[in-house]
Antibody, heavy 121, light 111 residues
Framework: QVQLQQSGPGLVKPSQTLSVTCAISGDSVSSNSAAWNWVRQSPSRGLEWLGRTYYRSKWFNDYEVSVKSRITINPDTSKNQFSLQLNSVTPEDTAVYYC???????????WGQGTLVTVSS | VVMTQSPLSLPVTLGQPASISCRSSQSLVSSDGNTYLNWFQQRPGQSPRRLIYKVSNRDSGVPDRFSGSGSGTDFTLKISRVEAEDVGVYYCMQGTHWPWTFGQGTKVEIK
């Protein structure tokens, strides 16, 4: 059974960097058939995909256009985890952030427990 | 692709059926012939949980009172007899067109 365990600070100051990590058990971040995603949820935006990382003989990343200039998703094969960094945050980035696995075409199957990140001074 | 759900709020009597509609702004039939329409349930305080994938395939452990149907741009999630544990928000999500997108959610509550 795949489990995704998230960690990270719940409060970030405006203009600083939001960081959340997702530790994977029951699968590998280097899997050739899975993609590892970050999705956030807020009352104003609903559920919003932010980006993903995946390995297909080499590493690939895709990012949502609206955050592309501010986001980095990195795999860490030594710890079997991946991380989200979002720079220059504003209060509009306040949301619950989820890590999510996509292991088959067109669907998400496993979700982390969510991390509420509040952007406030 | 914009996913539009209705209704946004659904009060239901225990034991009665419930139906949620989801419409997409484009056909969800993929070039491989599959239709990647998913349904997720989010109970209060929990992460979303997938119930249905590819329109009508129930996930393991999902009660058979949940069923999905539809084609093209129009899809439906039905609960044959609502139970107390079904309270939460239900989301449709399309995985045919990149980036994958979610509906706004339908809140199911007990009358």
């Amino acid at each position: 059974q795949v489990q995704l365990q998230q960690s990270g600070p719940g409060l970030v100051k405006p203009s600083q960097t939001l960081s959340v990590t997702c530790a994977i058990s029951g699968d590998s971040v280097s899997s050739n058939s899975a993609a590892w995603n970050w999705v956030r949820q807020s009352p104003s935006r609903g559920l919003e995909w932010l980006g993903r990382t995946y390995y297909r003989s080499k590493w690939f990343n895709d990012y949502e256009v609206s955050v592309k200039s501010r986001i980095t998703i990195n795999p860490d094969t030594s710890k079997n985890q991946f991380s989200l960094q979002l720079n220059s945050v504003t209060p509009e980035d306040t949301a619950v952030y989820y890590c999510v696995r996509a292991a088959a075409a067109g669907t998400y199957d496993f979700w982390g427990q969510g991390t509420l990140v509040t952007v406030s001074s | 692709v914009v996913m539009t759900q209705s209704p946004l709020s659904l009060p239901v009597t225990l034991g009665q059926p419930a139906s949620i509609s989801c419409r997409s702004s484009q056909s969800l039939v993929s070039s491989d012939g599959n239709t990647y329409l998913n349904w997720f349930q989010q109970r209060p305080g929990q992460s979303p949980r997938r119930l249905i994938y590819k329109v009508s395939n129930r996930d393991s452990g999902v009660p058979d009172r949940f069923s999905g149907s539809g084609s093209g741009t129009d899809f439906t999630l039905k609960i044959s007899r609502v139970e107390a544990e079904d309270v939460g928000v239900y989301y449709c999500m399309q995985g045919t067109h990149w980036p994958w997108t979610f509906g706004q959610g339908t809140k199911v509550e007990i009358k």
